[in-house]
Each structure stands twice: as C-alpha cells, then as structure tokens.
C-alpha cells in the first residue's frame, strides 16, 4: 500500500516565507506550525522596535513563551530558520533598509501579509494607514519579489457587512482605496470628519480599511499570485501547539474570563443569533491548505474561513451558559471580585443600567479602597478594557451572519488522510465544555499565573462567595419591598 504524502508540507520544503503581523496572536500560530510540521528554509519576520526592544529581542521574547513549547521539544534548532527584519508596515517601503529589501526580493517563495489591527475604536486614520496602506506597501514589495509564488492575504469575513450573503468572491471596496491613501499622504490636516464621510455606511474604521486592502489585493490578482482569506471571528487554539492559546482580554475569551472573575456583569448580546467562531489553529491550517489548493488548481482566488450554515447548531446563549457551568464546576478562579454571573441581554438601556450599578460603581468602589490601603487602583481599568472588547464582540453577536463557503467545502474533500491529521479544517467531535475549560485553564496559568494546586482553594472561594451573593440580593430585594411599602402606604 502506497504511503500517502504530506503534500501541504511538501509545499514549503526548502522555501522561505516573508510575514508580516509575525509577532501577533495568527503570526505567532502559523511561525510555529510551519517550523513543526514543514522543511520550510527560512522565515524572515517583519517586526517593529519597541520599548527599547530590537526586532531580534522581541522574536527571542516570543519564542519563550509556552505557545512554541511543544516545537522546541520536537525541533529544538527550528527556530534557528527564522529571521527578524526590522520594519513596519505603516512606513513607506515598510521601513526596510534597502539591503534587507534586496534579500527579500530576491528570496522569498511565500509572503503571508496578516498585520493588522483589529480594533473598532481606532480613527478611520489610524486604520486606513495599518490596515490599508499597510496593505499597499506590502503588495509594492510583492512586485518585485523574483521567485514569489504566492501572496496570502488575511482580509476578515466582516470586511463587508452589508451583503446579505458573503460569497467567496471578490466585492468592490466602499470607497477608491487610492483617493482615501492619497487624502492621507498627501492632507495631514485634514479631519476625521471627512474620513468619516468617506466610509458612507460602513459600520466601524475595521471593516472599512479591510475593504479598501481587499480592493487593493484584487487590483494586483492580475499581475500577482494573490489569494484572499476571509476567516470569522477567530478564537482561542483548539488543539495545537496547546489547547486554550489567546493573546489578550480584549477578545471574546475577555467575556468567559472577566465574567469568570465577578467582573463582567452584563453582556449585550443577542443570545439566539449563532456563533461563527472558528479556532485559531484550525484558521492557520485553513489558510496553508488554501495556499496549497490555489498552487495546485490555479482556479480560486478568495476563501471564507468560517462554520458552514449548517454547522451552526450552538447559538450564544448555548455558549455562555456552558461557560458559566465551566466556571462554576470545573475552573473557577482563584482571585474574584464577586460570584460569577450577571444578564445576558439585547436591550442597551438595560445593558448599560446593569453595566454602571453592578459592574462600575463597584469597581470604582473597591479601587478607592485601594489606594485608601496605598495600593495602585486596578478595577476601573480592567472594566475599560474589557468593556472595549465586549463592544467589538457585540459587532459579531447583534447581527445575523451569513457566509458561503462552498469552495471551502469541496477544497476539504480533496485532503487525504495524512494531511487531515496534520492539516486538521473540519470541527468534528468538538466538545465544546472541554474547550472552554481549556481556554479558562489556559488564563489561569498563563494570564494570571494560578497555580492549578490552588484550584480547590479556588473552588471552595466560589461556594462562599455564592452564599453572600445570595445574601446580598436577599437583603436587596427586601430593601426593595420595604421602599415600595413605605413608598406606596
């Protein structure tokens, strides 16, 4: 029997790959997958100076945290391949000295352009000038890059919020991505108001400067090996290299974790929509097999990472009250604020009440309290980033989604059983309690440093907070009846 070959790898073996966003939460999952699993040459890596940190400091930092655990056991010199650039893609020429331009003109196979930010708050400057122009710089390096056969994109599946369906097809930007780079090179003074204007009805600075990159990506499809990915809304890894990996708290694990902690006490959300999440890991493995299939077939040029429609089985209200069981059963945490709970709602006035009396003015409570005992005030803080992260999530959660993915689909099909192990898109036998146990586990250790010794203690935490969180709306409600009384008779 003929032994089935790893063709994905096979792909990468003696190439070198150029990627932008290297230090970021899918950069760091795809520097690690293709040094385990590829004979890939090298990985230049496109990285900024910052904080008194060189580019070569900041990738040695990376490779010390946990997530590359796994491929130092298995390929202890692998990360020998890998080579920081110094760079940013917001600088014209991305900031490149003109040698390290030369080398990677002249030697790149692959270029994997997933930089971005992914906030919503962030001015339509800020945004156009990461997201777009970024975009811009990296497609002008493309160009004259000798030996390249591919350029990945990394769009996002939102980039188009007002199609009813999102095919895997191209789509015509909402504005000329050149007229709004063009106002932004050339108009330093000129206002956010007219940006604004620009963006029509686009929901957010995110989805505006990722349409406007698509734009450019496509312009270029014609002179360029250009693919665009689409994924959803990515979350933590599922499997590989370990399960449960997120980079911040300003992502939807922000909610498991900050509700987890007593300190989110209400989410805006609509509980019946579904949700179309899809792990970290499995978008890395999605975007390498489409890679390999555009190589292969030369046909399909843009890919929706997102759950087939009929896949969708679990909506929010599901996965929040498995996260809540979670918590409460399994991983509860050490240091709490309050007992874990709260509303789930799609009334904002509701939200917000609930927002400034349970979540708000008790943190700024507690906060004074701490600096009245000399401490640095913590709370008020953490609620700011975690309320930022609850609004971008509301973005996904408010409205229906519907992505195509047929392509998609029938490009799994063609797998063979090597590479499904290895290459691993399709979400079978997901045991969605293990997972979101995995992903507070992985908090726990690896955000807030506890201990799992420490987990009776946590649990034991949790009961007697349960009891005076039962007391205290005991005590309220009775409070509540005495000023209706006295109010009324």
């Known amino acids: 029997m003929a032994v089935e070959v790893n063709r994905i790898s096979e792909m990468f073996r003696g190439k070198t790959v150029f990627i932008s966003g290297a230090t970021g939460f899918l950069g760091k999952i795809l520097i690690e997958k293709l040094l385990r699993v590829t004979e890939v040459k090298t990985l230049y890596l496109l990285v900024r100076q910052k904080k008194m940190k060189s580019p070569k400091d900041r990738v040695q930092e990376m490779f010390n945290h946990v997530l590359f655990s796994r491929l130092k056991k298995e390929r202890p010199s692998s990360t020998s391949k890998c080579v920081a650039i110094a760079g940013d893609v917001t600088q014209l020429n991305l900031g490149l000295s003109q040698n390290d331009r030369e080398i990677i003109q002249n030697e790149v196979d692959f270029i994997f352009h997933s930089a971005a930010t992914t906030r919503f708050d962030d001015t339509v400057r800020t945004s156009v000038k990461m997201n777009t122009l970024g975009t811009k710089y990296m497609l002008d390096l493309a160009k004259g890059c000798k030996k390249l056969q591919l350029f990945v994109h990394v769009s996002t599946a939102y980039a188009f919020?007002?199609?009813?369906?999102?095919?895997?097809?191209l789509y015509d930007p909402p504005a000329d991505p050149h007229a709004v780079l063009d106002s932004l090179e050339k108009n330093e003074q000129v206002s956010e108001e007219?940006?604004?204007?620009?963006?029509?009805?686009?929901?957010?600075?995110?989805?505006?400067?990722?349409?406007?990159?698509?734009?450019?990506?496509?312009?270029?499809?014609?002179?360029?090996?250009?693919?665009?990915?689409?994924?959803?809304?990515?979350?933590?890894?599922?499997?590989?290299?370990?399960?449960?990996?997120?980079?911040?708290?300003?992502?939807?694990?922000?909610?498991?974790?900050?509700?987890?902690?007593?300190?989110?006490?209400?989410?805006?959300?609509?509980?019946?929509?579904?949700?179309?999440?899809?792990?970290?890991?499995?978008?890395?493995?999605?975007?390498?097999?489409?890679?390999?299939?555009?190589?292969?077939?030369?046909?399909?040029?843009?890919?929706?990472?997102?759950?087939?429609?009929?896949?969708?089985?679990?909506?929010?209200?599901?996965?929040?009250?498995?996260?809540?069981?979670?918590?409460?059963?399994?991983?509860?945490?050490?240091?709490?604020?309050?007992?874990?709970?709260?509303?789930?709602?799609?009334?904002?006035?509701?939200?917000?009440?609930?927002?400034?009396?349970?979540?708000?003015?008790?943190?700024?409570?507690?906060?004074?309290?701490l600096v009245c005992l000399g401490y640095k005030p913590v709370l008020i803080g953490v609620n700011q980033r975690l309320l930022k992260g609850q609004d971008m999530f509301q973005y996904y959660t408010m409205k229906v989604w519907d992505f195509n993915t047929e392509y998609f689909l029938n490009m799994r099909r063609k797998l063979n059983e090597v590479e499904k192990k290895i290459f691993k898109v399709e979400a079978e036998n997901v045991n969605i309690k293990e997972y979101l146990a995995d992903c507070i586990l992985y908090a726990r250790r690896h955000i807030f440093h506890e201990t799992d010794d420490r987990l009776p203690a946590a649990k034991r935490n949790l009961k007697l907070f349960f009891v005076l969180d039962r007391i205290v709306k005991i005590g309220f409600f009775f409070m509540l009846i005495n000023y209706v009384y006295r109010l009324f008779f």
């Open 161 to 169: 919020p007002n199609e009813s369906v999102l095919y895997e097809k």
């Open 194 to 369: 007219f940006y604004k204007n620009l963006m029509g009805d686009c929901p957010n600075t995110y989805t505006f400067s990722k349409a406007l990159a698509e734009g450019l990506a496509s312009e270029q499809m014609n002179s360029l090996p250009i693919i665009i990915v689409r994924p959803a809304v990515v979350i933590p890894t599922w499997k590989e290299p370990i399960p449960g990996f997120f980079n911040n708290l300003q992502s939807p694990m922000g909610i498991f974790v900050g509700a987890g902690k007593g300190v989110i006490r209400s989410v805006y959300m609509d509980s019946k929509s579904y949700a179309n999440l899809i792990p970290a890991d499995s978008t890395i493995n999605v975007m390498l097999v489409a890679a390999w299939d555009y190589l292969t077939t030369k046909k399909q040029r843009v890919f929706n990472l997102c759950v087939p429609q009929e896949d969708l089985s679990i909506n929010w209200e599901d996965i929040i009250e498995m996260g809540k069981e979670v918590i409460h059963t399994k991983v509860p945490f050490n240091q709490i604020v309050w007992y874990p709970g709260g509303v789930m709602t799609k009334n904002q006035i509701w939200h917000y009440f609930n927002v400034v009396l349970f979540q708000l003015i008790p943190a700024a409570f507690i906060d004074l309290l």
